[in-house]
């Protein structure tokens, strides 16, 4: 009996219609098309980006996230994100550049007014106009953009969406993939594989010193490589245990089998653990495949709702000893294609780091790392992700935070205060885009309050949940299928805590949805007098009280003493020499 296994590029999984979610196939849509122009930039009533993101999404102070998400959380999204969609700026695409206001405190001091950001466009093919939501240009011709990956959850960052580049990676022995040995700090990916192109986008090292992974943006941070190494990991300790229990088995053979059982713990845990983490509910339960839904990416999903994530990156990565001190942490901006920091501290150091640090909210505000030196200081390279981001959806004509609102079948809102609560984003949207009618859709849905025990507003909630009810019933390989479960009846699916454990070293205390920073093990703390020495604590938390926030760390796993390390209001560390009772978070 044979097995069908899934292609790489996705390719075959609808039957009825074998080209849909392939690589290259146009992006959905679930809002009209507004503005594009496939020639020139649109005309818009609305400033430019950059100016766009300098009066709305400038990040002043830090705002931890209320709903004590990770960081782990954020990178398993931008993981989760390099499996679903890019599309690929390409230089014969176009140019559109970002411009700078003049007098651009970062990227034009010196006020000379010529200032642009590189930005190329992404690539459109034609599709048929009767496509929905599509708009004829003046050359009568309906365009749309590409997504330059296939559109299922299918551990394409493992193992690239090629049949090419996956063969670069294997090690065609016993199903395994290619895995360096480093001794004590364990196994890690290979280095500058030959003709496996990967982004390079900071030039801190030369390109055969960066991991080669399935996925080309793999190296762009630290802590996304660690996402990377634990799933080929996983790969390898599968692939082991199907020989020990196959011996028979050939290699290609092997390789499908942990490969399937990959892809199936990465499905789980995107729906059981980080989707219910970011939406604060669960999606209903599986209901079947159908053949008739799409499982395409949309283009308001990648343009702009699951963009979200940029919002909750915080200015560093921490490393974490065993012992629970601290290291010396990362700058975001020192991060950037760096694959020596991770081999340095090792896996378990950076995953503590990731897993015990909370996130920053997710909200209108970017930090300056991500706004002022992406990929490089500001002058030297260094852009901004928030103009990118919108100048992304304005080159593909996102519709208006409005349209889209309706287009879901919800109220368009009449004033800034429909969308938020907060007095200070209502100013900044009205100092950007004078009416409520102008907001573009990344600035709006970032805005929103928060809906119900989600980690979004309300927009950016219905278009994740949208894309990822498709994502699940448009996949004829969903692991929840009958005829799957029984392929991968071999498969040892766990959480995302377990599988670090697994294929890791001495990890130590871990929470059991790492996604959420740890719970305080006590609802009423002691709290110290003295004032602590950053090196020395365990988590970091915060409550927030009335008008600010306090940040705590634990100073040991064995007691309760939580130290406040930081008022916010007054940037001082300050111990509180009273007992504050700490909300009972019950976050797993
Ligand atoms: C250090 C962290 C991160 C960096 C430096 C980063 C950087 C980038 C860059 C440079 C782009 C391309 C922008 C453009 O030209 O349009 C991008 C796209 C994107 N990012 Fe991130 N990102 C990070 C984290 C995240 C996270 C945490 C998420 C989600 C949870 C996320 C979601 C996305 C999405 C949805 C896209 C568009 C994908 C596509 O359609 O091509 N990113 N990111």
Known sequence: ESTEWRSYDGSNNNLINPNQGEIYEPFIRVAQQQFFNPDDYPTLSIPLSREVSNIVCDQQSPVPSKELLSDMFNMWGQFLIHNMAHALPTPTNGKYPV????????FDPSCEGNKTLPYFRTRVTEVDCSTPFSTRQENNLCMEQVNSLSAYIDAKPVYGVFKARVNLLRAFKNGEMKLTDLGEKGEFPPKGIAGLEMDNDARRYPIDQLFSLGERRGNENPGLTVVHNIWLREHNRMARKIVRDNPSFEDEKVFQMARSCVIENIQQITYEEYLPSLLGESLPPYSGYDDEVNAQISNEFTTVA?????????PTIESVNADGTYNQPLPLKDSYFNPKWLEEQGMENVIRGLSYKQEESVDIYMISDLRNFLFGRPGAGGMDLASRNLQRSRDHGIATYNTVRKSLGFQPVNSFSDITSDPVIQQRLEAAYKTVDNVELFTGGLSEDHIGNGAVGQTFHRLITEQFERTR???????????????????EP????NIIRRNTKDMGQLQKNIFHIPNVPSPVCELSTSTPSPSSFHFRRSIQTADSY?????????NNNIIPLLNQSNNQLIPIPIPIPIPNFSVY
């Open 99 to 106: 411009k700078v206001p003049q007098c651009d405190k970062v």
């Open 306 to 314: 699951f963009r979200f994530g940029h919002s909750e990156v915080g």
């Open 473 to 491: 019933k448009g996949d004829r390989f969903w692991y929840e299928q009958p005829w799957m479960k029984r392929v991968n009846a071999h498969c």
């Open 494 to 497: 766990d959480t995302f805590a």
């Open 550 to 558: 306090i940040y705590f760390q634990q100073s040991s796993l064995a």
